[in-house]
């Protein structure tokens, strides 16, 4: 999904012309393209305005959805087109043509950071054919958009940074392992840490240098830093200021001013604060990777000869029957075919209750069976279950930028060139110009090195941009990139449709009234033999409540179903009916009072069948379909949160306030076609950023038009993961507050995070100038940044 900033402003299918074609002139061609970074309007329009300057260009037809443009022309060539299209970054290819471009994952082992990922991209951006460039430093991979002959230099180029890259094969994408945690040798680092410190116990017992201190400092920065000279070495070859290029300059720098004591405790400093950084960042990747664990890897399944064995998770075919005994983790998506129990869903929705399972039930990989045992078909292979499906969302969500990352990034490109001059000009300018000592400038410039760089500040983004992900998918809540996850505290308006979100989607009964002198009991049983026999959804309810109270049905003789009033039948030789207000009508049985009963009935939204007999109506069946507890609460924790809420549904408006009114909504439409809710939702974006909830096909329009689109029940269902912004794993609407504030608790550790890196910086800029800062503080100060902002973000792990 595109992190394209203005979402708000409509996303279409419908086709857009720049002049209407007539459908007879022969004249015209059709060239159809499939556009796969076309995501959103942005990109609609700039293609647009481009494509609408050719001449020879009748109409523009766009299809978001399906990321398609359908050109129609009068042209010889269509090579303008496509030059137009490709100058503007469009990956465009027409329809029955082989792709010019193709994509190839690489798993990259090292490459655990934005420093290196930086220097990749620096990198691989001045190599001839190579389009696109994504980074997942989660998984350690980068997918690489190509010309077909065009991988051969990218392996070289990654070669000459020193980075091994693996091609990624269908088996691997289909099944990813766990990236390795960051390897590290202990002894080496140990001998450095001894050999430094040493070096300083020399130094003050000689009362200055001595060749045993300057043995000792070069074994300590050659057995510590070597990896970094190597690295530093690669990015100044490459033109790439980052922070093993600056630690390399400054500790070279210390050691030819005489200061080799502090130079090697510098490079062991820096050294193990990379190990402690390193280890940090796995325990964030390690965060979404372990969703995977909760799935087994060895599942029962029943053999051909109808007996049962243990067999790998991921070898098991769908259809195939597996048995689960109590207390088992469910190793694969199915359908319950036999059996009963209550089945743990909290790693998938986030629910706090188990859920009763009987056949024809689904289950899912990960969960846990508490009490029965059951067996169930495999519906979805091990790497297809929502559990996987749910871990590549969120693996695929963490790559795209948030707005404070984009930013970031940006500043940090300009930031370290711009100290890095600054540094230089304080070894230099003071010296000349005012006769200043040198060495005491250039160790202050040293200094400056070393808190030059901004790695505390691009790292703080990914990780906590990442652990707000992993702690939402916890929770059963699917975030679909870093965008929404910021955008979340920014909502004004949450748009609601009512059946299936607010209310269960199932109507009920909620009223029964005996009328005359009819005896209540034996009018249900009356009522409910005639709506057993129907299918009625209203008619399905009356009947079940009867059921409720153990009133068993009784025998209908010429059951007739009247269309669009009721149903009809004999019970015990007399005929009854079973209907609406029209039916009753019709049957001359409405009086005065009655229609007063069943105006102020329809006027709460409920739906009323009445039982009529030879005497005329016996009793008032009301059916409603009922609000969920949990609405209650989610609308009252939004209000609280300063988000206004409406309610847009296609039923009657009486039924659209009754809800409304129940559940303290804000404002309720009522009689909405799908069009009518997307209209809704583009006037309300003019009051701020509005968010649409939503179950079923005709709120498809009204999503794609929200700033945020939320999925309800999107367990187990591929379109809802795949394309919703947000997804909630299951029907409990108290997730969309706990999303909002899990978007302000990301945006202010964001804050947090950037005022601890830039704050930090700053201090020991005038610290330098002052003349009290030294090469080891800074580097205690830099990395000490980096750790307290990487564990800063990784508490919202624990939200």
């Known amino acids: 999904m595109s992190e394209c900033g203005s979402k708000g402003c409509g996303c279409s299918a419908t086709p857009v012309a720049l002049s209407e074609p007539q459908p007879a002139d022969a004249r015209l061609k059709r060239a159809l393209y499939r556009i796969d970074n076309m995501d959103c309007p942005t990109e609609e329009a700039l293609i647009r305005d481009k494509l609408s300057k050719l001449p020879g260009v009748a109409a523009l037809e766009f299809n978001l959805m399906q990321r398609t443009l359908a050109v129609r022309h009068e042209m010889t060539s269509l090579a303008p087109v496509e030059q137009a299209l490709s100058a503007i970054g469009m990956r465009a290819v027409r329809e029955g043509e082989a792709p010019a471009k193709q994509s190839t994952v690489l798993a ?67 099944n990813p392992p766990a990236p390795p945690p960051s390897s590290t040798n202990w002894w080496w680092l140990a001998v450095s840490g001894v050999s430094a410190t040493l070096a300083e116990v020399a130094y003050w017992l000689n009362g200055g240098n001595h060749w045993g201190v300057v043995v000792l400092a070069l074994v300590a920065i050659f057995t510590g830093g070597l990896s970094t000279y190597k690295k530093g070495w690669i990015a100044l070859r490459n033109r790439n200021l980052n922070m093993n290029a600056l630690m390399s300059i400054a500790v070279t720098g210390a050691m ?20 402690i950084e390193a280890k940090s960042l796995d325990r964030a990747r390690n965060a979404i990777r372990g969703l995977m664990d909760l799935a087994p890897e060895q599942a029962t399944v029943q053999q051909s000869d109808g007996s049962w064995a243990e067999v790998g998770a991921k070898t098991v075919a769908i259809g195939s029957r597996v048995r689960v005994k109590p207390g088992e983790r469910i190793a694969l998506d199915g359908e319950v075919l036999q059996g009963r129990s209550t089945v743990n869903q909290a790693p998938i929705t986030g629910e706090s209750l188990p859920v009763e399972k009987a056949e024809g039930d689904p289950v899912f990989a990960g969960t846990i069976n508490e009490s029965g045992s059951f067996e169930y078909r495999v519906t979805a292979a091990a790497n297809n279950s929502t559990l996987a499906r749910i871990i590549h969302a969120v693996e695929a969500a963490q790559g795209s930028r948030a707005p404070t990352q984009r930013f970031v990034d940006q500043f940090a490109r300009l930031y370290t060139p711009i100290v890095f001059a600054v540094a230089l000009a304080v070894a230099v300018l003071p010296p000349l110009v005012l006769g200043a000592p040198w060495l005491a400038w250039i160790y202050k410039a040293l200094v400056l090195l070393v808190i030059a760089c901004p790695c505390a500040l691009v790292i703080s983004t990914p990780v906590s941009i990442v652990s707000g992900l992993a702690a939402a998918a916890r929770h059963g809540i699917l975030i679909k990139g870093g965008v929404y996850l910021e955008a979340g505290r920014q909502l004004k308006w949450l748009a609601l449709d009512k059946t299936g979100t607010i209310t269960h989607g199932k109507p009920a009964q909620t009223d029964f009234e005996a009328w005359g002198d009819a005896e209540p009991a034996e009018s249900q049983r009356l009522a409910a033999s005639l709506a057993a026999r129907s299918d009625h959804p209203v008619s399905k309810a009356v009947a079940l409540a009867a059921q409720g109270h153990g009133l068993a049905a009784r025998d209908v003789e010429d059951f007739a179903a009247l269309p669009g009033r009721g149903v009809s039948g004999r019970i015990g030789g007399s005929l009854y009916h079973l209907g609406n207000h029209r039916m009753v009508e019709e049957l001359q049985a409405c009086s005065p009072d009655l229609e007063a009963r069943l105006s102020g009935l329809e006027a709460e939204g409920k739906t009323v069948v009445m039982l009529v007999g030879a005497n005329g109506v016996q009793a008032l069946f009301a059916v409603a379909d009922t609000v969920k507890d949990s609405s209650r609460h989610a609308i009252a924790e939004l209000h609280a949160l ?36 997307q209209r809704e ?48 794993m299951d029907d409990d609407l108290r997730k969309i507050p706990t999303f909002v504030r899990l978007s302000q608790s990301t945006a202010n ?43 800063n973000g990784l508490r919202l792990l624990r939200k």
């Open 108 to 174: 990259i082992a090292k490459m655990d950071c934005p420093t290196e990922e930086g220097l990749i991209r620096g990198k691989l951006a001045g190599v001839a054919g190579v389009a696109t460039l994504d980074f997942n430093l989660v998984q350690r991979t980068l997918t690489v958009g190509h010309d077909v002959d065009a991988l051969p230099r990218v392996l070289a180029a990654l070669t000459s940074l020193g980075f091994d890259a693996e091609v990624q094969g269908a088996a691997a994408l289909a």
């Open 256 to 275: 030819v001013i005489g200061h080799w004591p502090e130079a090697a405790m510098v490079m062991v400093l820096f050294a193990l604060a990379e190990v």
């Open 642 to 677: 300063g988000v206004k809420t409406v309610m847009l549904t296609g039923d009657n408006p009486h039924t659209a306030r009754a809800i409304a009114g129940e559940v303290r909504i804000d404002r309720a439409h009522g009689n909405l076609l799908p069009e009518d809710k």
């Open 681 to 728: 939702v583009e006037r309300l974006s003019s009051e701020g950023k509005v968010g649409m909830v939503g179950d079923g096909i005709n709120d498809a329009p009204a999503l794609a038009r929200a700033d945020i689109g939320f999925a309800m029940g999107a367990a187990g269902t591929d379109t809802a993961i795949e394309t919703a912004d947000v997804a909630l």
């Open 749 to 791: 550790v964001l804050k947090q995070n950037i005022a601890l890196a830039l704050g930090i910086k700053a201090v020991f800029f005038v610290l330098t100038f002052s003349g009290h800062a030294t090469m080891w503080m800074a580097v205690f100060a830099d990395m000490g940044a980096s750790l307290l902002v990487v564990g």
